[in-house]
């Protein structure tokens, strides 16, 4: 399939990228879009929690009254959980949550995420672009201009640019990432992707 290149500043290039049905018009699959988002938010998490039981807190050791002929329950301890300041019980452990994913169907969900948005006419094409210094502004007016400004936009670069990235860091609606970084997650989590002409080559030579 083919899809019209834009410039910086909104017009038509008079280009067509040509885009890989293998790569964004494929049938997608839900469910490794799923799993591989599952897995991206999982590792994510730095499972540092973690609370004192009853052997781990700093307290008395002194039985809290005779075994019996006392009225009530036998306690042996006042680092108990039922009582204040005692050991939290069944509390969480630290922990790694991270699992791993067959490539194939990471890849799978990759361009199942890239076909969705396809789809939803929500992906633009712009001819490659530089920025002399950091202006914010500048990067602004760049995305008004392609019709991506007030929402979720994913702009994805064929190679690491510095003044873009920092043109957009204030921007928390705008994540710039380069081919190397796209995944799933951030994929889905965009309303509309940006990517400049030439990402779409990177991407087919890596699928051979």
């Not at 499972?47 to 009530?72: F, I, L, P």
């Amino acid at each position: 399939m083919k899809l019209a290149v834009y410039k910086i500043d909104g017009t038509l290039s008079g280009k067509e990228a040509v885009l890989e049905d293998s790569i964004f018009a494929i049938e997608p699959n839900d469910h490794a879009i799923y799993l591989d988002v599952k897995q991206y938010l999982a590792n994510q998490r730095q499972g540092t929690h973690k609370t004192k039981d009853r052997s781990e807190v700093a307290y008395s050791t002194k039985k809290m009254g005779r075994q019996k002929g006392g009225g009530g329950a036998r306690h042996g301890s006042i680092k108990a959980g039922i009582y204040v300041g005692g050991g939290n019980v069944h509390g969480p452990k630290p922990r790694d949550y991270s699992f791993k994913l067959n490539k194939k169907l990471k890849q799978l969900a990759r361009y199942s995420a890239l076909s969705y948005k396809t789809r939803e006419e929500a992906l633009t094409m712009v001819e490659p672009f530089a920025m002399d210094a950091p202006k914010t502004k500048d990067f602004i007016k760049i995305l008004a201009n392609l019709k991506a400004d007030g929402r979720k936009t994913l702009v994805v670069l064929p190679e690491n640019s510095n003044n873009i990235f920092l043109s957009s860091r204030n921007l928390p609606e705008v994540k710039v990432i380069t081919v190397d970084e796209i995944n799933t997650y951030t994929i889905m989590n965009s309303n509309r992707i940006v990517m400049v002409d030439g990402v779409q080559e990177i991407l087919a030579e890596r699928q051979k």
